[in-house]
């Protein structure tokens, strides 16, 4: 059994690992289980992933403390290497101080069985991405991360980390890239991975992902890098050309080596040539907003979003076989109340009169396939549907 640690919207991080992994269940309002080995480095909405090494039933810190102590004391007992720790908990009320205490318990012990142990010191109760990922935790024997986990009923899972999402590659895939454009958008690497995820699911790598709205073609670059074929079209010649010059460098320099073929076209017109296997794509989000637009404005953007979004599905839809996949990434607008208006083309029988329905999910609610940020009005949903 492994454990995943979710992004900041979870609802995202667990929908992509059910769409890669065909099963997921909520542990905890921060984490996920799954029953196949993690692989941390193609999910854009996990931070860590862990294998499961026990699971108590209601456990105090105090008995997990002590669990976590025994069981290590013994696994690490006379090694002839040094061990680097870092524990991170989440759930239970504790502070930093008591993780400290508890490696240092397991310090002592292991030092009268002559192995040498370093401890990660804790600023708070759960290490950040960056100190797990800089100190190569879970990446090796003797680095190692103990992920502690309290669920929803109460029961607590340790798990051993298999590594942290690599801050540093996605920060070099979306700053090194050498053509940006603030203002088609800027979609985040991780972001690309998780609607590139929730469209292929658990397709094979020899599949062929379209992005019929490539803009700098950062979609594309990420599904090079997972293994996948890509194809995409903008209606911009200048994004091709963006697009070309990005996925240029990202086969010279991030060594991603998958095929791609890249054209101009309208993507409520365009004729694409097959194949391809899924669809993966950023649509148009309409203008920005720093704070929520007027009703009048609100119906007038919304409408102009919804007339291209719903001409594009109208148009791919007797391209695709039944069954097909897709992500699109789609705007929806929040109010100063917290409330999210969204596109009429979401509700189920514009989609079913398009051609299309959702893909149901059994972790989470497609309302809440949402990604954005405090201060954002315009959020992207995604919208994860298949060909009728």
């Known amino acids: 059994m492994f454990i995943a640690i979710l992004g900041r919207q979870s609802h995202l991080g667990l929908a992509e690992l059910e769409r890669v992994y065909g099963s997921a269940s909520r542990f905890s309002g921060t984490s996920a289980i799954v029953e196949s080995p993690i692989d941390i480095q193609r999910l854009g909405g996990s931070l860590k992933a862990g294998r499961v090494i026990m699971q108590i039933p209601r456990a105090s810190w105090r008995q997990v403390h002590t669990k976590i102590v025994h069981h290590y004391g013994d696994t690490w007992g006379a090694l002839d290497y040094k061990i680097t720790l870092g524990i991170s908990v989440y759930g239970l009320r504790i502070a930093p101080r008591d993780i400290q205490r508890a490696g240092l318990e397991l310090k002592k012990v292991l030092k009268a069985q002559d192995t040498s142990l370093r401890l990660i010191p804790n600023s708070s109760v759960e290490l950040n991405t960056a100190t797990s990922h800089h100190n190569k935790l879970g990446l090796s024997a003797n680095k190692v991360e103990v992920l502690v986990v309290q669920g929803n009923d109460g029961s607590v899972i340790v798990a051993e980390s298999t590594g942290a999402q690599n801050i540093t590659a996605l920060a070099a895939r979306d700053q090194g890239r050498p053509k940006r454009d603030a203002f088609v958008g800027m979609l985040p690497p991780k972001l690309a991975q998780i609607i590139i995820n929730l469209a292929a699911g658990q397709a094979n790598t020899s599949s062929t992902i379209l992005d019929p709205f490539c803009g ?173």
């Open 216 to 388: 700098t073609g950062v979609i594309p670059q990420e599904a090079l890098l997972l293994g996948y074929d890509t194809y995409g079209t903008d209606l911009a010649d200048k994004m091709i050309d963006y697009s070309q010059i990005n996925l240029s460098w990202a086969r010279d320099t991030l060594h991603a080596h998958g095929n791609y073929r890249l054209t101009q076209g309208d993507a409520m017109t365009t004729k694409w040539q097959p194949p391809f296997d899924a669809v993966a794509c950023e649509s148009y989000l309409g203008q920005p907003f720093s704070a929520p637009p007027s009703p009048s404005k609100l119906r007038e953007v919304r409408g102009n979003c919804n007339h291209i979004i719903t001409s594009f599905l109208r148009n791919i839809a007797p391209q695709l076989k039944s069954g097909t996949p897709l992500c699109v990434a789609i705007p929806a607008w929040r109010s100063t109340d917290g409330s999210f208006t969204h596109l009429p083309l979401t509700q189920q029988q514009e989609l079913q009169a398009l051609g299309f329905a959702r893909i149901p999910l059994t972790t989470v609610s497609s309302r809440d396939l949402l990604y954005y940020r405090e201060e954002q009005v315009v959020a992207r949903e995604l919208l994860v549907i298949q060909k009728i």
